[in-house]
Structure formats: structure tokens, C-alpha cells
């Protein structure tokens, strides 16, 4: 569910792109953006960007039901979903065993449920070796409308953040390093969420770890979690990986 509105998607309605600043995304897959209702009565519809209701049924939001019975594997659950989403049929059991086997992942012996903790460059390299090249940004590389230029026209987008920034009421239970909330978490974007003007509000997300297929964070909550994080990133693929939800790579 999200985290500030419940959105309910029954509305299918096409509209226009809203107007926001010119990125360069001429090859890509043109965006769509349908109306969906909230229950808050200060902006009773939104524009989603996207196919995040699509991604919330056909994508992993369930870490740890591996067959090696590892749980911290965050990061490698959201590179199965952008093959996924690519078209590449590798799955949680699939990316786990690769990782464990080439060292892409965290292992601790004595306490293996905790094994699986990967790094964004592990992340990269797990896609490179399925086929999709990808490139790392740091917060003070991008900003909020480059990323949501990346979901709505097709790319793969990983999330690394501070997750209990990013949920109300557990902002106490963040890590910190220097002061700074410490990046902990990975999670697979798949929407943007837009008011009727076309102002960018926040995005969907995949999340393993909270077992939610659709979870919203605010532009407020990324300032929190990702801006403000210490080692946070994002991953990206370097082409669109699918048009509206329509695979554009072959299954590996």
C-alpha cells in the first residue's frame, strides 16, 4: 500500500504527457500515464506514469523464499525483476546461486539466513553477465525528474536508500554513519505518481523487503532516504528495457 495516499487504479483513462523539462529520451518507448483516485480530498485524482500495477502482480516483492534460504538479498531480488522486466526469465533461486557461486554477494557462514547484502557494483555486474549494461549515479548526479524520465520511458531503475526514511513512523529505526541515514536497501522502481498539473510527487516501487508490490515514497521521503542517505545510488539500465510493460529483450 502507499505510505501517504491510498491509490486505487480503477480508472484506465489515457491522457497527455505532462509537461516537464526536456530530457533527451528520443529512441525510447513514448511514456503513458493514466488517471488513478485517492482517498485524500486535497487531490482526489493523480497521473500515474507507467505500469506499476502490472509490475505489482508479475514482479518478485517477496525476498528471502529462496531454495538456500537466504533473507538479506534485497539487492539481487530487484536485478531478477529488471530481467524480468526485460524479458530475461531469471529468478530470485537463479540470481542467489549465481551470486553465492562468483562471490556478487555478501556470505556469512555462521549465520546464513543474514547472507545475500549486496553493493550497487554487484548489482551491475549480475546484470552485465545476463546481457544488460547499467550505469551507477550517485544523488548529486541526478535529480528527481531524470529518474522519473528513466521509469516512465522504459529503463530499468534499482533504488539504493534508507529504507526507514521512507516509511512513515520507523524513521527512528535508521542506521546512521556520520550522522547521515546509511543506505540498507534496495528496491525496484516501477511508476511515478504525478498531480493533475503534471508536478512529480513521489514514485512507486517494488519492495521486496516490505513485501509490497507498489509501495509509494514521496519526493519528501527520497530526500530523506536516498539524497540525504550515506551510500545510496542509483542503478540504471543504459536502454529501455520495456515498452509499457512489453519486454523488449529476448529470455536468456
Known amino acids: 500500500m502507499f505510505e501517504e495516499f491510498d491509490v486505487f487504479f480503477d480508472k484506465t483513462e489515457s491522457t497527455d504527457v505532462p509537461e516537464r523539462q526536456e530530457i533527451d529520451e528520443s529512441d525510447a518507448p513514448k511514456p503513458s500515464f493514466h488517471l488513478a483516485t485517492t482517498n485524500n480530498p486535497d487531490m482526489p485524482e493523480v497521473l500515474v506514469g507507467g505500469v506499476p500495477e502490472?509490475?505489482?502482480e508479475k514482479l518478485d516483492s517477496e525476498q528471502g523464499d529462496n531454495e538456500f534460504e537466504i533473507e538479506q538479498c534485497c539487492g539481487l531480488v530487484t536485478v531478477s525483476n529488471i530481467l524480468q522486466m526485460a524479458g530475461i526469465d531469471k529468478t530470485e533461486d537463479n540470481i542467489v546461486e549465481y551470486a553465492l557461486d562468483h562471490r556478487l554477494c555478501r556470505v556469512r557462514p555462521f549465520h546464513w539466513s543474514q547472507s545475500g547484502g549486496s553493493t550497487v557494483y554487484n548489482q551491475q555486474k549480475l546484470l552485465e553477465v545476463h546481457g544488460v549494461e547499467s550505469d551507477i549515479y550517485l544523488p548529486t548526479e541526478i535529480d528527481y525528474e531524470?529518474?522519473?524520465?528513466?521509469?516512465?520511458?522504459?529503463?530499468g531503475v534499482v533504488l539504493n536508500h534508507s529504507v526507514y526514511m521512507t516509511i512513515d513512523g520507523m524513521e527512528d529505526r535508521a542506521r546512521t554513519f556520520f550522522g547521515k541515514p546509511l543506505s540498507n536497501h534496495a528496491v525496484t522502481m516501477t511508476g511515478t505518481v504525478r498531480d493533475p498539473d503534471g508536478e512529480l510527487l513521489g514514485f512507486t516501487v517494488c519492495?521486496?523487503?516490505?513485501?509490497?508490490?507498489m509501495r509509494f515514497i514521496s519526493l519528501d521521503q527520497m530526500d530523506a532516504g536516498f539524497k540525504d542517505a550515506f551510500g545510496s545510488s542509483v542503478l540504471v539500465t543504459s536502454d529501455p528495457i520495456h515498452d509499457n510493460g512489453k519486454p523488449l529483450l529476448q529470455t536468456a
Not at 531524470?146 to 529503463?155: I, K, L, P, T
Not at 519492495?207 to 509490497?212: I, K, N, P, Q
Open 54 to 56: 502490472l509490475w505489482a
Open 146 to 155: 531524470q529518474m522519473a524520465s528513466w521509469v516512465e520511458n522504459g529503463r
Open 207 to 213: 519492495d521486496s523487503g516490505a513485501r509490497d508490490g
